[in-house]
T-cell receptor
Framework: DAGVTQSPTHLIKTRGQQVTLRCSPKSGHDTVSWYQQALGQGPQFIFQYYEEEERQRGNFPDRFSGHQFPNYSSELNVNALLLGDSALYLC????????????FGPGTRLLVL | SQQGEEDPQALSIQEGENATMNCSYK?????LQWYRQNSGRGLVHLILIRSNEREKHSGRLRVTLDTSKKSSSLLITASRAADTASYFC??????????FGKGTLLTVNP
């Protein structure tokens, strides 16, 4: 039973560039959430996708966008990268109606220079 | 914004000792969860306690919840070097998202 997987594991970009991060949910899960974790901080909720729609969004600018595919996998896109976007990006999956139980992937570490 | 706030920020103990971490939060919740994170990697779910529960056990873990004080504590008994990690509390409400605190860094010395 595969857990949550994320790619890539590490990424280096420069300011102003765009980045796409990918997530495959745990087998049987249909809901994907994304979190940003800055160094020394706790994860912060970016948004959640269910049935290919954004269902809930945290306090993040429109530069952060996402997508969910019919197979439930998801992408996080960040445009016009800023130095402050450097962080660990975590994907979590869950089952609709059981969102309290979220399974996290290993994360993608993004460094913006 | 951070909902929970863990205390202490860092804790160093000897193997075999107990470790206690506290979490305070601000708004009403459906549940409170504790997660562990090793060296900036993914989060591992430890235990969930619902708002109508007061205490829960799982192996060497004991969690308490006091909704009147909006606080929770995580006790790890008979700690091991492998317990060295950051521990986060996260609150869950009706809007699907988890809101995390800043975490407690636990170091267990052999």
């Amino acid at each position: 039973d595969a857990g949550v997987t994320q790619s890539p594991t590490h990424l280096i970009k420069t300011r102003g560039q765009q980045v796409t991060l990918r997530c495959s949910p745990k087998s049987g899960h249909d809901t994907v959430s994304w979190y940003q974790q800055a160094l020394g901080q706790g994860p912060q909720f970016i948004f959640q996708y269910y049935e290919e729609e954004e269902r809930q969004r945290g306090n993040f600018p429109d530069r952060f966008s996402g997508h969910q595919f019919p197979n439930y996998s998801s992408e996080l896109n960040v445009n016009a990268l800023l130095l402050g976007d450097s962080a660990l990006y975590l994907c979590a999956s869950s089952l609709v109606g059981r969102e309290e139980t979220q399974y996290f992937g290993p994360g993608t570490r993004l460094l913006v220079l | 914004s951070q909902q929970g706030e863990e205390d202490p920020q860092a804790l160093s103990i000897q193997e075999g000792e107990n470790a206690t971490m506290n979490c305070s939060y601000k708004t009403s919740i459906n549940n409170l969860q504790w997660y562990r994170q090793n060296s900036g990697r993914g989060l591992v779910h430890l235990i969930l306690i619902r708002s109508n529960e007061r205490e829960k056990h799982s192996g060497r873990l004991r969690v308490t919840l006091d909704t009147s004080k909006k606080s929770s504590s995580l006790l790890i008994t008979a700690s091991r070097a492998a317990d060295t990690a950051s521990y986060f509390c996260a609150t869950g409400s009706s809007n699907y998202k988890l809101t995390f605190g800043k975490g407690t860094l636990l170091t267990v010395n052999p």
